[in-house]
């Protein structure tokens, strides 16, 4: 897809500014093709680039997130194939260069590079029938789209080796329990539950939710000590922006902040 064509496999609405992307390849479970995966880029690149939203979801349908990379396009695949084109998961990287806040809203089934999708975003709500898993290994493959790097830093390595290894899935609350997950709300909430969270997110000072989210990420991808230093050189360049004046002097006088995202 160009960036300015008609998606197909995937729906994208705003509600203020909350940008949202419902993946919608229904007969398929959402199963992640490559045109899918094309899409959700472009689509979450624009949202990035557009002043007016400071907050994005992507969700899915009711019975799956999404059920993984597409198995019948890859079905007959040799090692040549998808090592030379680096294939399936090459044009997932766009997600980890998107620097506005991503809430995945996942309801039914995300496995497999569905369950990778929803790690990619900045943190998961899901619905009390959400499952995850990594069932790769019933394919007589591994998890391709950062599923063994992911999970373990989520769950740690006792479940992320249960689940890689048996392929089984955990159910919401097992994920709750575990860390995958931030929230788990009835299935008829979740749109409401996180489209709530990303209002609240989208009305802060995009530099500073920004920051924040670079920060977070600091500290799940490096050391402490340098996250350390990240943070404290990007607090510091914080007090360059209007918005701190703004939140500052608001909480000082008693009104609520109005934050011009400068
Ligand atoms: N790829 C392609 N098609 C898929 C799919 C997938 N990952 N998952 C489901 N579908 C299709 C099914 O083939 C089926 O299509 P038809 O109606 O044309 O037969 C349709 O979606 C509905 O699926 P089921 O009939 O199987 O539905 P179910 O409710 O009985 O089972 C399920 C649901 C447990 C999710 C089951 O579909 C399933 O196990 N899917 C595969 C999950 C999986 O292995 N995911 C990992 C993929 S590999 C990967 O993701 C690699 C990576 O790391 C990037």
């Given amino acids: 897809m160009s960036e300015t064509s008609t998606p197909e496999l995937i729906q994208v609405r705003t509600e203020g500014r909350v940008g949202i992307v419902t993946l919608n390849r229904p007969k398929q479970l959402n199963a992640l093709n490559d045109q899918l995966m094309n899409e959700l880029g472009a689509a979450l690149k624009a949202f990035d680039a557009d002043d007016g939203i400071g907050c994005m979801i992507i969700t899915g349908s009711e019975k799956a997130f999404a059920a993984g990379a597409d198995i019948g396009a890859m079905a007959t695949y040799s090692f040549a194939d998808v090592y030379k084109g680096d294939y399936i998961t090459r044009n997932w990287e766009t997600i980890r260069s998107i620097r506005k806040p991503i809430i995945a809203a996942v309801s039914g089934f995300a496995l497999g590079g569905g369950c990778e999708l929803a790690m990619m975003c900045d943190f998961i709500i899901a619905a009390d029938n959400a499952k995850f898993g990594q069932p790769e290994i019933k394919l007589g493959i591994i998890p391709g789209a950062g599923g ?89 360049a914080l007090f360059a922006t209007e918005d701190q004046k703004e939140g500052m002097d608001a909480f000082v006088n008693k009104r609520a902040a109005n934050f011009k995202h400068a």
Avoid: W
């Fill in 148 to 236: 063994t790097q992911r999970l373990p830093r989520a769950v740690g390595k006792a479940k992320a080796m249960d689940l890689a290894l048996t392929g089984r899935m955990m159910d919401a609350s097992e994920a709750e329990r575990s860390g995958l997950v931030s929230r788990v709300v009835p299935l008829d909430k979740l749109m409401d539950e996180a489209l709530g969270a990303a209002l609240q997110i989208s009305q802060f000072s995009q530099m500073a939710v920004m920051a924040a989210k670079e920060c977070v990420n600091r500290a799940y991808e490096g050391t402490l000590a340098d996250g350390v230093m990240f943070e404290r050189r990007l607090f510091h």
